[in-house]
């Protein structure tokens, strides 16, 4: 009989915590939490909407929003789902349709944890600085 390994579906995410910290010191404490919220809320609709693309099979669409979640991601530092991003948008333009399901999965749960991370902790950051 084979053993069944059981397998994590939760990683590590890289934050920038410097990258946040340019942010204040840019923009100022206030302003600054209200970008990053803004910011946030776009990373949120732009992984949701490469996930549906996903799912409907449309893959330039996958693509393109791969991409743009991928921009928004390396500007308040969230680099793990910049990377996994980066990918799903290159597993799209292979035309990889395994590739892309499980990168696709990756995004998700790295999305996820990533804005849940980052959300949990802008006022904490923003505090530690002023």
């Not at 990756?106 to 996820?112: A, C, H, S, T, V």
């Given at each position: 009989m084979t053993g069944i390994a059981r397998l994590a579906l939760e990683e590590s995410v890289s934050i920038d915590m410097h990258r946040l910290e340019e942010i204040v010191q840019e923009l100022g404490e206030a302003t600054a939490v209200h970008v990053i919220a803004a910011a946030l809320e776009?990373?949120?609709?732009?992984?949701t909407?490469?996930?549906a693309a996903v799912q409907a099979g449309a893959l330039a669409e996958?693509?393109?929003?791969a991409d743009r979640l991928a921009r928004l991601a390396w500007q308040v530092?969230?680099?793990?789902?910049?990377?996994?991003?980066?990918?799903?948008?290159?597993?799209?333009?292979?035309?990889?349709a395994g590739a892309l399901a499980a990168t696709s999965a990756?995004?998700?749960?790295?999305?996820?944890q990533s804005l849940t991370r980052i959300w949990d902790r802008p006022g904490e950051q923003l505090d530690d600085g002023a």
């Open positions: 776009e990373l949120a609709v732009a992984l909407r490469t996930v996958v693509a393109t929003q530092g969230l680099v793990t789902l910049a990377g996994v991003a980066v990918d799903v948008g290159t597993c799209a333009e292979r035309r990889d990756r995004l998700e749960r790295i999305g996820n």
